[in-house]
């Protein structure tokens, strides 16, 4: 079975910073692109940043120049540095990956159970 753990959320003073993570553990041979995406109350999920596995990113524009996200293959990890943190950055962030389990079967848009980031002004 497959998992993606997030971690890292958590209460910040808006300026701030924040690091999330996301491990994927579990039978994969393989990973692909993975991303970040976020959840507002009464708001549709949307893309935060999602990197490649060679390491190519895009960003909402409503994060570039203050988040950068990062990936360690090796660890099967995806990394998103939050910095200059605004009270419009609060929602539930979820990790996202593309990957290929042990069994070699191809899931698209495999989730986490999210966690929390709230930025108080």
């Known amino acids: 079975q497959v998992q993606l753990v997030e971690s890292g959320g958590g209460l910040v003073q808006a300026g701030g910073s924040l690091r999330l993570s996301c491990a994927a553990s579990?039978?994969?041979?393989?990973?692909?692109?993975m991303g970040w995406y976020r959840q507002a109350p009464g708001k549709q999920r949307e893309l935060v940043a999602t990197i490649t596995s060679g390491g190519t990113s895009n960003y909402a524009d409503s994060v570039k120049g203050r988040f950068t996200i990062s990936r360690d293959n090796a660890k099967n990890t995806v990394y998103l540095q939050m910095n200059g943190l605004k009270p419009e950055d609060t929602a539930v962030y979820y990790c996202?990956?593309?990957?290929?389990?042990?069994?070699?079967?191809?899931?698209?848009?495999?989730w986490g159970q999210g966690t929390q980031v709230t930025v108080s002004s």
């Open positions: 996202n990956a593309d990957l290929t389990t042990g069994w070699r079967i191809s899931i698209v848009g495999y």
């Open positions: 579990g039978s994969i041979f393989s990973i692909n692109n």
